[in-house]
Structure formats: C-alpha cells, structure tokens
C-alpha cells in the first residue's frame, strides 16, 4: 500500500436533513461531508479548479460504510492523500464522530477519491502542477 500523509481535518455538524425514512444519515451524503473536506483542503491550498485553464477532477470515488451516523451529531472528516502519479493522485478520507469529551472516535466510514488535473478547454488530462505535486508524498 502507498505511503499516505494527513493533510487536512475538519469538523461539520450532521444536519436534520442528512437523514433518510431509515433513521440514519443517507449514503448519498457521505459523498458530500468527503466533498466539503475535499474542497476546504484545495481552497486552503489554493489549487481550486479555473474553468479557464486547469484544475481538479474527480473521476472516481468510493466509500466504506462502517457505522451509521445518526442526528445529531459532530463529526471530523479526516483527508489523506497519497504519491502523485503524472496527472492523478488519491485522496482518501476517514469519518468518525466527536464525542462528548471533544474527541474524534470510532471510525464510521472511510472513502477514496481519484483526483485527475485536467485542461478544461482540451478536455484532457495534463500533468499535475508542481505546487501541488510538492503538497503529495513521494
């Protein structure tokens, strides 16, 4: 397995409305705290995508549903990221609730996205940029 490296945590509330007639929160939103976290990481280092030039696509992702999460709750989204390869490189995410301590604890759900940097108006892939390669484990 590829050598991983923390780069961003972040905390968000579950909200009402993330839960389904089942009593827990939705699948379809897990996507979305891994979105939020993925987004927060790229904004804090400045690599969101320019529709005029380049930036970030997701062409993959997936998720391990390990422990339901229920309203309400606190949850941290944990971001890793893995080598670059020429134009791609992993990212991959972890959930676990906050505790009333203040804690994170158990793992409830882990996810993987592949992140491509793309030429918007090409319509390909293009080598990833060096200010972000330096931001990736070698």
């Known amino acids: 397995m590829s050598h991983k490296i923390l780069v961003h945590t972040m905390r968000m509330a579950v909200r009402w409305g993330d839960m389904d007639a089942m009593g827990h929160v939705n699948n379809t ?18 690599a969101l995508p320019d529709p005029a030039a380049t930036g970030p696509v997701l062409i993959n992702t997936q998720c391990s549903f390990l ?6 709750a606190e949850i941290e989204v944990s971001s890793h990221v893995g080598p670059p390869g020429r134009s791609s490189f992993e990212m991959t995410h ?5 505790g009333v301590d ?14 491509v940097w793309v030429d ?18 070698p």
């Open 67 to 72: 422990k339901q999460l229920t309203y309400p």
């Open 29 to 46: 939103v897990y996507f979305r705290y891994f979105e939020t976290a993925r987004i927060a990481w790229l904004e804090q280092v400045g």
């Open 102 to 115: 203040g804690q994170a604890g158990a793992l409830h759900a882990e996810g993987m996205a592949k992140i």
């Open 94 to 98: 972890e959930i676990r609730v906050v």
């Open 120 to 137: 918007f108006k090409a319509g390909k892939s293009v080598r990833l940029p060096d200010e972000v390669r330096a931001l990736l484990p």
